[in-house]
Structures are given as C-alpha cells and as structure tokens.
C-alpha cells in the first residue's frame, strides 16, 4: 500500500506541530503545506521546521492552495487556520471537493450542529457526494472535556449530571493567546473586550455540551456560558505575557447545559498564567453523578497544545476509514496513539492514494 | 421502529443486573431469559426480579434456549455465563446462527485472538454469514484497563509505556468469588491453589494488554502474568467472606507485555476484601509515559459489578450498528450511558425485529 499522503493547511503552532509529528511517524508522508504567512511561503517544510530533509520528497510551502493539495494525491487534509465553523467551512468544501478527507481543529468543528446545523448538513452532503468524510478534534474540544466523559459514562448505569472542570495554565502559549486570552490587561479592558467579543475565551462548551447530551441522550435544551477575568494578587510573569497584581492573569470560562430548569452539565475552564503562584494546580477533572458515580482527575491537564496536535494527527486513519459524511469522535472508534505503521491502520478499501 | 428486542442467557448475579437496568430503560424489552439454576427456572423474569410487571409481556425463565432465543425475535443476545473462550463458543455460535447479534461478559472474549486466534476467526465467520456482530465486553477486561488507556493515548504524540492498576475490593462480591479469589485462606492453601488452577485470580490480563498492543501499534510480542496472595495482617471481615490476621485476603495479580527484553505494558491488579483496614484506597491509576505523559486517577475505582452490567447494556445499541463480525472495543464508537430511547441509538437498517 502506498505510504498515507498528508497535505497541511496552516502552519502556525498547530500545523507546524503536526508536521513535525508526521515526520516521526512511520507509513505517512506530507505532500503539500499551505500556509499564508510571508515568511513561511517558498520555504522549504524541512528547512520551515529545523528538520533534516533525509531522502525524504521536496515540499514547498506555498500560499495556493491548489498547488497543496491536488485532487488524487492526497489521503487526508489537515485545516489548522480558524476556530469557527463560518470561516472554515469554505476551505473544508475545497478540500472535500477535491476528493481529499479532511481533519480540522476548528473547535466548533467538533460539533457542528452545535451552532450551525445547516453548514453541518451542507457538509455532510458535500462528503457524501465525493466519498470521503471529515472530522473536527483536538484535545478541547475533542476529548478532554467531553468525549473522555461520555466514555467513562459507558460504566454507568444511569446518568444524573456531568460536571467537566479544566484548570489549564496559558503559560506555554505565544502572544497571540496572550491577547485573546486577556493576560495582563486591567480588569476594566477586559470588561470592555468581554463585552465587545474582542476576548476569545474559550471556544467549544456549545460543542462539549452538545455532544455530551446527544451521545448519551440527556436532552439538554439550554445552553449557556460565561467568562470572568481571574484577577492576579501577585505579579505574575510567564514567557510571552505577564500580569501585574490586581490585573488579569486569565480567563474562567463556565458553561451549563440545561434541561427545563435543571442543570444537567457544567463545564468550568480557567485558563491563567503561571497558576501556581497562587497555589492553583492544573488538572483535568470529570464528575459523573448516578449509578455508579465516577470521579476522574488529571493531573497536570493534558497538555493543550501537544494533545490538540496528536488527537489531529492520530485520528487520520479513522477519518479515511469512516463512513463518507460528517463524523465526530462520538462516531468513530476511540482516538488512539499510533506507534506503528499508519498504513496498517487504514481499510484498504478506503484508501485514496493507491 | 419496534423496541430493541434482548434476551438474557445466564441469570446470576450480571445477568440479572442487566435485567433491571434494561427495565428501567427506555425503547428496550427483554424477550426471553435462559439458566439452569433450578430456583429460576419456571419463574417469571419479575418476580425473580422483585419488580412490578407493570403492563410488560409475561418472561419466564427458562433452562431451553431454544425458547429464550427465537430467531426474527431478537436484537441481542447477552451471554453472562463463562469467562473463557473456549467455553463461550458454542453458545456463541448457537446465538449468531439463530441471527442475533452478541454481547458477552466472558473476560477473555474482550479480545480473543489474545488466546484463542482460530477461535476467534471462526466466530468471525459465523458472524458474518449471519449478517452480525458479536461483541466481548465489561468493566475489566473492556474498559478500566484497556479501553481508557487507549483513548488517553489519543492525546499522545509518542507513548513509551503504559501502566494500568486497578485497586479495588471485594466485600461487595459473594461467595463464589470469595473462593474463587481465595479469600479467608492459608497461605500454603493459596500456593496449592494457584499452581492448580483452582483459584482464578483475574481473567483479562492477555486480553487487555492484546488490545492496548494492537491498538496502539506496541509490537508486544510476549506476555507474562504472576498471581501472589495478599497477606493480611489484621482479621477482616466482609459480608460473604473473612479472613484472619496472616491469611489471604485476596490476590495481587500482575501482567506484563515484553517487546524484546524491554516491558512497555504493565498490570497490576490487587484485589482483597476490606482494604481500608490496612490503609489501602482503591481506584483506578492510569500512568502513560511518552510525550506528553499522562497520569489518570479514578477514585474510588467503577464499581466491577455495576460497571460490567452497564458496559454490557450500553453496547447493544453499538452491537447492533456495528459492521457484521466478531468485534472489540477498539473498532467500535466509544461506550457511553444511554439516557434516551434506545431505539434513538440504533441504526434503522440494521434493525433486526422490525
């Protein structure tokens, strides 16, 4: 079988930490990367990661996408570029029309008929119609706050409520998430930027609770969330942000889903720099109540970047041997990390480059 | 749609623990129930039960399985009789011919190519020609130590080892498993018992570190399991067992996955009654060493019985979806409660009674 053949789309943190994942992967090769930043563009991928070429084939990064990823070369699009169904959903029709699978981090992608059930159907459609499939993952959504909990609940009898809390630490990130995370602002500023959606926050609790309570059938008919600023006491300093005392450290995001008046799951995701300077410990923490309930904790969290890289990169078997259509991680078998040979992961059947 | 349509072979202390989980659920009917415990055997399904009737057609226990099963009247077939393979098969294969999907409690058919690979094939076969499924599972084998750790490792860009330990007690249990386990026994009693095979200690090990190796691409190639008695230093006392102070309270079972001289796949599964009274907490521990690490904890750990119950339930709808042939845990969608309609999870062209 010929090796999987991958093509990037995007290659900032999570799309050049892909490629250096495939890189170390037996049975995949990257065919094409298109990413749009000046200085990337012309470059060679190898030389792009500080990577030896070793033998391996010539990919330059290109700004066209077409030049990428060429309809019968390529196994699997991975979209690495946006957050928002709405935004990138043009690219994922291009993709798919040109008879490649797609994997996205987009974190509404995760569970699109969330917020958008019409670009979702429209989707699904289009993969059905050119025989391929296409999946949104990461590590959150995508596992950490939902998927880990609807397989856990599979040991449960009856489900009463599920409480999923992520206390993550912003630390290792670059300054991008610095500003749209709020690091270092007056509490005022944030306000203002809570207010106007200049601060991203957390985006995925529509998704989590969404696919929480289709896969188990609780019928949440609600949804809300919230954000408040987590205001420091002490100065705090990470690589690419800092906060004075008395300004924003972070973000605590919390979502709740709600059938009739009854909360029937919670979400709670502080995000900060350096947390443990006001004794905060970072975890990832599920809470089944019912029949038997389950107590789950993660300590530290798993790692956001790292996790959102592999939970992409590991699912693309299963996104070439899903059923053609829109799929989420609630349809396909559990995610898993691939030690060996991608090819011996893949329905042959199912593979695109022969 | 018609209700899912279930019957139940083997009616002790799992299979009448999915009896009253399925009653309590919706879009879902038990059809017929076979065992040969005399006690049972003429007795409605309700009063063995306890449970009102409540307007449900009348199911009678009964030790002919000819009468629990009737072919074009069952979605599924629980089997909760045997742990092992070998003595599964033919009531396998009995089920799969009478053209119901399976789901079986037997440990070792959570993954039997582990053990018994022709075995495993030929159940496959006559899955097939049959146009279903048949489906190993349970709490352990089948989640606990197997299933979470490969979907954890879904976040991993790099696993180097896996280390799964379940701590859990078992004063809940009776006494079967109580002999079974050797509790209440002399040391040199459990050292005749163990090399003669009469004390069980767990069934899963093979299984679990097969499914993990396979999964994730491990390459184990031998597998090695130890089985030691847990001495008590102080008397205990559970509901269905005891033991003296420098008797076995219980078995510590440990199973490795070599590939060469190195151990990548660790088990350790102590099990005792009472281990409160020397200071041991029971849960379920997760160590996967790689990048990035992962340490899970589960505390207390899912409750055996109830957790084996609801794997069992909570699969019929990913049975009966699934494609046609033997399948595990790792090639269908992930476990999860079913808190809705049952007939809501299945997929209408694969509907057996319609």
């Known amino acids: ?33 298109c990413d749009a930043h000046p200085e990337r563009v012309g470059k060679s991928l190898y030389a792009a990661l500080g990577v030896e070429r070793a033998g391996r084939a010539e990919v330059i990064i290109t700004d066209k996408i077409a030049e990428a990823l060429v309809k019968g070369r390529c196994d699997v699009c991975m979209i690495a570029t946006d957050s928002f169904v709405k935004k990138v959903f043009d690219k994922i029709k291009f993709a798919l029309e040109q008879g490649a699978n797609v994997i996205t981090i987009a974190e509404e992608m995760s569970y699109p008929k969330a917020q958008s059930p019409e670009l979702a159907l429209e989707m699904d459609k289009i993969a059905k119609a050119n025989g391929v499939s296409v999946l949104g993952t990461g590590i959150n959504p995508g596992l950490a706050m939902d998927l880990l909990a609807v397989c856990l609940s599979g040991a449960m009898t009856r489900v009463d409520g599920v409480l999923c809390r992520r206390v993550n630490s912003l630390s290792p990130f670059g300054e991008t998430v610095m500003e749209e995370q709020g690091v270092g602002i007056s509490v005022e500023a944030f306000e203002k930027g809570a207010k106007s959606g200049a601060l991203a926050g957390h985006v995925g609790f529509a998704e989590s609770i969404g696919m929480i309570s289709d896969a188990l059938g609780l019928g949440v008919e609600r949804f809300e969330q919230q954000m408040e600023p987590i205001v420091t006491k002490v100065d705090r300093v990470a690589p690419h942000g800092s906060a004075k005392a008395g300004n924003v450290a972070g973000i605590n995001m919390s979502g709740q889903g709600y059938k009739g008046a009854k909360k029937i799951i ?14 905060v410990f970072t975890g990832d923490y599920i809470e089944l109540s019912g029949e038997p309930a389950i107590s789950m904790q993660i300590k530290p969290e798993i790692s956001g970047g790292l996790g959102t890289i592999a939970m992409a990169v590991n699912c693309i078997p299963h996104v070439i041997n899903a059923r053609a259509g829109l799929r989420t991680m609630i349809d396909i078998p559990v995610p898993r990390a691939i030690m060996g040979d991608f090819r011996d992961c893949v329905d042959p059947d199912k593979k695109i480059v022969r």
Do not use: C, Y
């Open 266 to 279: 919670t979400m709670e995701h502080p995000q900060q720099i350096e947390p443990e300077t006001e004794g």
């Open 1 to 33: 079988m010929e090796n999987v053949k991958v093509a990037l789309w995007g290659f900032g943190a999570m799309g050049s930490g892909m490629a250096r994942m495939l890189l170390e992967k037996r049975g995949v090769d990257i065919v094409g990367v």
